[in-house]
């Protein structure tokens, strides 16, 4: 049997996911600072916790490395970053659910008014206000993989319309060249792609204005999938609702006039982070690297390199 | 064909509901004035919008009232309010899944911290916090009607660990003897129940005292059910949360020290209060209303009289 497979982990979760493992060995490494001898032997390396710039420009400085696993799903900082020959490993399935839950809080907390009881509450009044039910709701997601279908099935037994958009239709999917048509119908839009060439800027002026009077904008994709000047002509004269876990740039700065728009919600991009994510994160990241020191190819490999 | 039955309506709602059926017809009522000699001719009243104890002293100047029917599920105000040969039919069906959402919605926010991002956003803070999930949540519903059994259905998607209580063991169903043990193994207990002779106070200091330390006490039934005193000593002391629709008495006065309770969130009774709520509540009133007028027993007869 090979010895175990050297593996750079930036955080105590990732060398406790991989303590006693056959096959893998975890090696800590801090991407504040150089590269150390042992760590430049590496072929591979995990991403949490630090920003993706920082762990980008630790991973460029590692000669021997041939495989980066990230805890997130989304992997757009990594694309076109990496030097030829090193795969890209994601952890798509640890999410989805997390987040999808998100999605179900922040309409839920919405139509039900929850922020405006909260106000009432530390004035001490006893304000009664009709809520709105999700019951009935149209909402349309953009994106129907791992967490495209967790926002569906989430939705459904509240009794909402859920029309689930992916790239190119097929079965309980329809076709993203249907969404002009389709988002005019919606009181929800929910976008959940990645981020790449075609989605980049995909809720802009010509999406939006389809939008109809009173709809609510979600995004848990990146924050460019947001023409955000587009967006903020529409919520300035109260037109439409938008609820965003991403930003463009993140972290948003204290300046961002973001912050104090009407009927805009933001956090910080939390939308898959709670405690048992990060559990999830790594039992899918280990499996990955199991497989690859065991020579096989990663399931979740999103690049080849 | 007899003539329509005469229904004391006290909302335009209850107007349009009634519109053109061949067996009912709506009679605008207002239990601030003394009843019309019109008024006293009828025998079915309609509860809604107004405060019960208004429509209960209108209904008892009826002489030959023989029906209430209330727009609500709860009728504990009606009870032994009326006159003999009076019979009560509740609304029971409509607001379940309504009052479900909003547990729903008031556990998602309590574990995902939304009220923390909302003041971080308030002060153009970017400020992530790790939340916790619904996931794997043990959670106990005391109550196991319409109500109990909408909550336990929308929250099981989530991953949560749902248990029903009832008053007497079923397929499914717990019996209410067994609830001391039960909850010193839950995150959150549900209370939603009706409040009568035995659920006076059934989470006072012998059960509140069972439930772990950081556990969430949720009530949708009615303020009675809870021994605020008892309560208050661990909330105090961060021991226990609490997340009450329901208070003793409503509305809860301005200078209620609830309002200021570290780890108290209150709503005003909304729970089962959103927009088309009230069209189901009318639509299960007019069913019940064409029984009684075709000489049938209403379905949701909860007192003969």
Same mark, same amino acid.
């Given at each position: 049997?090979?010895?175990?497979?050297? @593996?750079? @982990? =930036?955080?105590?979760?990732?060398?406790?996911?991989?303590?006693?493992?056959?096959? #893998?060995?975890?090696?800590?490494?801090?991407?504040n600072h150089?590269? %150390?001898?042992?760590?430049?032997?590496?072929?591979?390396?995990?991403?949490?916790?630090?920003?993706?710039?920082?762990?980008?420009?630790f991973?460029?400085? !590692?000669?021997?490395?041939?495989?980066?696993?990230?805890?997130?799903?989304?992997?757009?900082?990594?694309?076109?970053?990496?030097?030829? &020959?090193?795969? !890209?490993? $994601?952890?798509?399935?640890?999410?989805?659910?997390t987040?999808?839950?998100?999605?179900?809080? +922040?309409?839920?907390?919405?139509?039900?008014?929850?922020?405006?009881?909260?106000?009432?509450q530390?004035?001490?009044?006893?304000?009664?206000?009709?809520?709105?039910?999700?019951?009935?709701?149209?909402?349309?997601?953009? &994106?129907?993989?791992?967490?495209?279908?967790n926002?569906?099935? #989430?939705?459904?037994?509240?009794?909402?319309?859920?029309?689930?958009?992916?790239? %190119? =239709?097929?079965?309980? +999917?329809? &076709?993203?060249?249907?969404?002009?048509?389709? @988002?005019?119908?919606?009181?929800?839009?929910?976008?959940?792609?990645?981020?790449?060439?075609?989605?980049?800027?995909?809720?802009?002026?010509?999406?939006?204005?389809?939008?109809?009077?009173?709809?609510?904008?979600? $995004?848990? &994709?990146?924050?460019?999938?947001?023409? !955000?000047?587009?967006?903020?002509?529409?919520?300035?004269?109260?037109?439409?609702?938008?609820?965003?876990?991403?930003?463009?740039?993140?972290?948003?700065?204290?300046?961002?006039?973001?912050?104090?728009?009407?009927?805009? %919600?933001?956090?910080?991009h939390?939308?898959?982070?709670?405690?048992? @994510?990060?559990?999830?994160g790594?039992?899918?990241?280990?499996?990955?690297?199991?497989?690859?020191?065991?020579?096989e190819?990663?399931? $979740?490999?999103?690049? %080849?390199?």
């Amino acid at each position: 049997m090979n010895p175990p497979l050297g @593996v750079l @982990v =930036a955080s105590d979760e990732g060398v406790a996911a991989l303590r006693g493992h056959p096959r #893998l060995r975890a090696l800590r490494y801090d991407p504040n600072h150089e590269p %150390t001898a042992v760590q430049r032997e590496c072929e591979v390396l995990v991403h949490s916790r630090f920003a993706a710039e920082l762990a980008i420009a630790f991973a460029r400085k !590692l000669p021997r490395l041939r495989l980066v696993q990230t805890l997130s799903s989304g992997y757009d900082s990594w694309v076109g970053r990496l030097p030829p &020959g090193v795969a !890209l490993v $994601n952890a798509r399935g640890a999410h989805g659910a997390t987040v999808a839950e998100w999605v179900v809080a +922040v309409l839920l907390s919405h139509y039900r008014g929850l922020a405006a009881f909260a106000r009432a509450q530390a004035s001490a009044r006893w304000q009664r206000q009709t809520g709105e039910s999700l019951a009935g709701k149209r909402i349309c997601v953009v &994106g129907a993989g791992d967490l495209g279908r967790n926002i569906a099935r #989430l939705l459904a037994p509240f009794g909402c319309a859920v029309t689930l958009v992916g790239r %190119t =239709a097929r079965a309980n +999917v329809r &076709g993203r060249e249907e969404l002009p048509d389709l @988002v005019a119908r919606q009181d929800v839009v929910v976008l959940a792609v990645p981020l790449d060439a075609q989605t980049h800027h995909l809720a802009g002026e010509a999406l939006l204005a389809r939008l109809p009077d009173g709809a609510i904008l979600v $995004n848990v &994709g990146r924050g460019s999938l947001v023409d !955000l000047d587009a967006l903020l002509v529409h919520t300035r004269v109260g037109r439409l609702t938008a609820i965003l876990d991403v930003t463009d740039p993140e972290p948003l700065p204290e300046d961002s006039p973001l912050w104090t728009e009407p009927g805009v %919600t933001i956090t910080p991009h939390i939308a898959g982070m709670t405690t048992d @994510v990060y559990q999830r994160g790594w039992a899918i990241a280990v499996a990955q690297l199991d497989a690859y020191a065991r020579g096989e190819s990663p399931p $979740n490999l999103v690049m %080849t390199g």
